[in-house]
């Protein structure tokens, strides 16, 4: 890889675990702290999570409809600074309609960083022949959650909450600063698509179940992505290991992007996605399953092994199904796993305010699992359009 394709692949890396790694997901090992010390029940931290997530489609939508690198380069560097102030200002309030209103501007945010950077990063790779290395890319979140888990996590329990907000905006100033230089130089007008691109033949594959997958993907890992370490904390027994669970989360989503990448090359995308739902499900149900550490830990290392994967083949796969309509297939995805992230944590939430958080977590590792069937009856349809046709001639 030449130094200029490194400079660009370690900005994105950088931007990612920004973007999302701190933007969303230090909210996790915050969470519980905040709880205690400020006294609002699980449905509140729901709504929290739910008010991010809505910024975060609101944001997606917005980034994937701008057309220039100009536009792109000024609303990225708007959103490195916007995430960076709001996360500062999570400890001048306690007031709940004002994080919520904070968080909300986070999600957009994040969302700017996120779809931006991979608009100038990927494609750039892909033209300098290093399209492999994109899933290093995304692995950049879980250098944020890595991050969290360690430092944050470490703050918040040696100085409480608002400290711990106060050490993810250094931590995200300091990354975005380091992310910037590369980013700002970057122009995916310099990347030249190959012939191929627009001339692969489409799939047969109905785009309605692949939607209705990828909306319980949505709902369901963002669940355990927002109450993971409280769900450990609460579990008697496990406090010493609840940093720990979202430490291995990071480090198993580090290289799960390119992992699954591999393997879908290898399997192809949809037998590839239909384990990759399967498996998380598991790992979503373990805590839920047993108070075991070695049954958290290792729900841990299946979580994170695998939510970056499905996110990264379902959009993949959607690209094969209409090559020629891509932006559009996007926004679809973007808009339905925007939607599910929004209701899980409000229902998790509500279900872990009356009867614990094992109810909860059943409930995403059964909507996760559920996206396994979908796939498999859209791969049945598939054939049978595909027999219809070869009999009609």
Not at 31 to 54: C, K, R, T
Not at 232 to 248: E, H, K
Request: aromatic fraction near 8%; hydrophobic fraction near 60%.
């Amino acid at each position: 890889m030449s130094a200029q394709s490194g400079r660009i692949l370690a900005g994105g890396m950088l931007a990612l675990a920004v973007a999302l790694g701190l933007g969303r997901f230090a909210f996790t090992p915050i969470l519980p702290v905040m709880q205690a010390e400020y006294g609002f029940d699980p449905q509140g931290s729901g709504w929290l999570a739910a008010s991010n997530n809505v910024g975060y489609l609101i944001g997606a939508l917005w980034a994937g409809a701008l057309r220039t690198d100009a536009a792109r380069h000024r609303l990225l560097g708007l959103g490195f600074a916007l995430l960076v102030a709001t996360l500062a200002l999570m400890p001048a309030t306690a007031n709940m309609v004002a994080w919520n209103v904070l968080r909300l501007l986070a999600g957009i945010a994040s969302a700017w960083i996120f779809v931006l950077a991979s608009a100038l990063v990927v494609p750039l790779l892909t033209a300098a022949g290093h399209a492999r290395w994109s899933g290093l890319h995304f692995g950049g979140v879980g250098v944020g959650i890595i991050l969290a888990g360690l430092v944050i996590g470490w703050a918040v329990n040696a100085l409480g909450a608002d400290a711990g907000w106060l050490v993810t905006a250094a931590l995200a100033l300091a990354l975005s600063l380091l992310s910037w230089p590369s980013l700002s130089q970057a122009h995916s007008h310099a990347a030249t698509p190959t012939a191929a691109a627009g001339t692969a033949a489409p799939s047969r594959f109905p785009m309605g179940l692949l939607a209705a997958a990828y909306f319980c993907e949505g709902l369901g890992y963002i669940v355990t992505g927002t109450f993971l370490v409280a769900v450990v904390r609460a579990t008697p027994g496990l406090n010493a290991y609840a940093n720990l669970s979202w430490v291995l989360v990071g480090l198993a989503a580090l290289p799960s992007a390119a992992a699954w990448s591999f393997l879908a090359e290898r399997h192809g995308h949809l037998p590839t996605l239909v384990a990759g739902h399967l498996v998380q499900a598991v790992g979503i149900a373990l805590p839920a399953l047993s108070g075991h550490p070695a049954a958290v830990l290792l729900g841990a290392v299946l979580y994170g092994g695998t939510f970056l994967g499905v996110v990264g083949m379902s959009l993949a796969f959607a690209r094969t199904i209409n090559p020629a309509g891509a932006a559009r297939v996007m926004g679809l995805l973007t808009a339905v796993f925007g939607i599910g992230q929004i209701i899980g944590p409000v229902l998790a939430a509500w279900l872990a305010a009356r009867g614990g958080w094992s109810p909860a977590l059943l409930m995403a590792a059964g909507v996760v699992f559920l996206g396994a069937p979908l796939l498999l009856a859209g791969r049945a349809r598939a054939r049978r359009e595909v027999e219809r046709r070869l009999a009609t001639g």
